[in-house]
């Protein structure tokens, strides 16, 4: 089973940044598209951003284009989003997941996440 641990996370005022970080294990990560989700008190997840396993094509949310960016590093297994112009909106527990069709989790396996506050 694959396995997700993501960090980074913490508490920053709105204007500031976040790098956040997952190290998924699996032998096929780097053929895989991975994505970054985020889930609000009272909401349901969503997919902010995914990136395709080897040209790095990329996928942004609405809510998020312009300020936030995903990479990876297959040689790590890893993947990273940079956050950057953060807004209250943005508090809610961050996950990495596999991912489909773009925005569509792979893996019902979620990690524990990582926290992010944003202060207004």
């Known amino acids: 089973q694959v396995q997700l641990v993501e960090s980074g996370g913490g508490l920053v005022q709105a204007g500031g940044s976040l790098r956040l970080s997952c190290v998924a294990s699996g032998r096929t990560f780097s053929t895989s598209r991975m994505g970054w989700f985020r889930q609000a008190p009272g909401k349901e997840r969503e997919c902010v951003a995914s990136?395709?396993?080897?040209?790095?094509?990329?996928y942004y949310a609405d809510s998020v284009k312009g300020r936030f960016t995903i990479s990876r590093d297959n040689a790590k297994n890893m993947v990273y989003l940079q956050m950057n112009s953060l807004k209250p909106e943005d508090t809610a527990v961050y996950y990495c997941?596999?991912?489909?069709?773009?925005?569509?989790?792979?893996?019902?396996?979620w990690g524990q996440g990582t926290q992010v506050t944003v202060s207004s």
């Open positions: 990136i395709s396993g080897r040209i790095f094509n990329t």
């Open positions: 997941n596999a991912v489909k069709d773009y925005s569509v989790p792979l893996s019902d396996y």
